[in-house]
């Protein structure tokens, strides 16, 4: 039965959100107007969650991943109790307020994730699900349930025509997800108009064939209704859940209600007056929380203390009766990593014909996974390429949900998220590989994870036309520039088998945003120096074969595969007697990082020829060899051929490196 006071609280939420756009004078008020009912039942009916402390560890999740409709989240946040004031709400997307335009994870509390990008948050939540049913899995004992709780969401339309949310979706159906459960705000209208022209398939059968559960509430206003379809959800262990709310976008507005004019600009004064009339909202008063309402939001304060109390109880008992699993637990939620968790990483014996560094990288992970158990991914259906399996562990699976190999399909977007909300979730430090050409197809997720800061890994293999036949589809010439664009995003490209294992070491320890290790399908020499060089990684550059003088004649800048073509010519330039040094360079967000003096021992300003090889495009690389610097590198996209004719064939070789640098040296 819906009461009075129910209808003052959705009302209040409505109209705070309504008010808040208009004096911002920017923002979507539609859907706050349209799915506050659907909030307000999960916020005060369900949602397990204690605003005094919003990282307990047991909390249900809740995304909203249409993050469009953020105003509906502070409003929430405000009302049941978190750290966000009424002023900060008056702030809404004013500089340096703790209510940007859309929601930002770390940045306001209560955020569990930055959504915006559409349909993000949707695969954010499948992540989470992951994440929850495999600490489950691990800890839960007989007597004992330490993680047990639901991942909930509220999507839009937008979310659900992203591709990204039908790979999740897909994935999620697969692994019988069962406490995800997921309220659609299905009011038919986009940003263009109406669903009606673009999106049309029956969604129910959509979600059905992906082996989701479905329901249908026919009148978004029905809190009764909607609290039922939840409880219903609830009861569906086997699978995820979605529940298409039938709701209007702007209700209550008499002219804008069911019209995409409401979706993202403020409703203006006069039709604000209007809605507040029509919803019997007192005209002449803003951002109006009527006392009844607002203590009933909070009685949100003692719920969450009194459900965290609970659990810290049922933690207490875990603890006495299981120490050690229970010690493990505190390791993991606190991000630490294990003593001697490196112990086994293995150094490589110098060595002309090498390995591949892709080949270096699984055996360094093998190494790693057996002393850090939340160690946990997989690849996008290319396990055998990306060395990505951990030897000996299952698969993650419905009926073995505590695998820590996932296989996350043909689906590099939705592992892209999925990662996401694994590393969102806490516990777990999780890592993704697919090619490196493949990345352009999670490009969105990894630049949320630099945004979000999150300890995401990262191992994208086949880095260059060095993988040879596949050919120009397969041969990433531009993706290194790219990804070293993005913020907070560490690119790592080691040139053998020890700086691959130094790449993970910094990796697994980089706990302030993702890194990419990027390697090689090739065999690539191991190197005698790399062996004692730990630190020269960790500096994203250093002298890997030093030049005999303070200022040498040539510096060869390199990193990858190219080091070892600089590392020949570097002999042969030698012989024309010109002091040659190496610079080592596989992190160019390492290197930036370093102070200046130590960015100019390794890089002198003042050595005349000054090359940088990279198969790839040059963007980026005369920041380090100065305008006049050369820089050799593959600025077109590659070609269909055995790997030697192509390095041959696209000028990376030694001789090419001789060619050049003798140019800056006319009389030698
Ligand atoms: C990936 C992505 N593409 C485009 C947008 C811009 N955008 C914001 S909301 C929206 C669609 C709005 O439709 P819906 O999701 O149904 O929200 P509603 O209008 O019902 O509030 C679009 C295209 C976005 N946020 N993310
Ligand atoms: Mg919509």
Known sequence: MTTK?????????RMLSVDCIEKAKSGHPGMPMGASPMAYVLWTRFLRHNPVNPEWPDRDRFILSAGHASMLLYSLLHLTGYDLSLEDLKNFRQWDSKTPGHPEYSHTPGVETTSGPLGQGFANGVGMAIA??????????????????????????????????????????????????????????????????TYTENRNARFEAYGWHVQEVEDGNDLDAIENAILTAQNEKEKPSIIAV???????????????????????????????????WPVEKHFFIPDEALEHFRKAIEKGKEAEKQWQERFRAFEDAQPELAAEWKQWINRELPDNWDIEIPTFAADPKGIATRVASGKVLNSIAKHVSNLIGGSADLSPSNKTVINGEPDFQAESCNGRNIRFGVREHGMGSILNGIALYGGLIPYGGTFLIFSE???????????MGLHVIYIFTHDSIGLGEDGPTHQPVEQLASLRSIPNLTVIRPCDANETANAWRLAMASQEGPVALILTRQALPVLEQTSTQKEGLSRGAYILKDAGARIPDVNLIACGSEIHIALDAAKKIEEKGLKVQVTS??????????????RRHVIPLEVKAKIAIEAGVAQGWHRYTGSDGVVISIDRFGASAPAKVLFEKFGITAEKVVEKTLSFFPDT
């Open 5 to 13: 006071l129910d209808e003052l609280c959705v009302n209040t939420l």
């Open 132 to 197: 929850e049913s495999f600490l489950a899995s691990h800890f839960n004992q007989p007597g004992h349930n330490i993680v047990d709780h639901y991942i909930y969401s509220i999507v839009s339309d937008g979310d659900l025509m992203e591709g990204v949310s039908h790979e999740a979706a897909s994935l999620a159906g697969h692994l019988r997800l069962g406490h995800i459960i997921y309220l659609y705000d299905d009011n038919h209208i986009s940003i263009e108009g109406s669903t009606d022209i």
């Open 246 to 280: 039938h709701t209007h976008i702007g209700y209550g507005s008499p002219n804008k209600q069911d019209a995409s004019s409401a979706h993202g600009e403020p409703l203006g004064p006069e039709e604000t007056r209007l809605t507040k009339e029509r919803l019997g």
């Open 441 to 451: 197809y999670m490009r969105p997720p990894i630049r949320l994870a630099a945004f």
């Open 585 to 598: 360079m596989p992190s160019w967000e390492l290197f930036e990082k370093q102070p200046e003096e130590y």
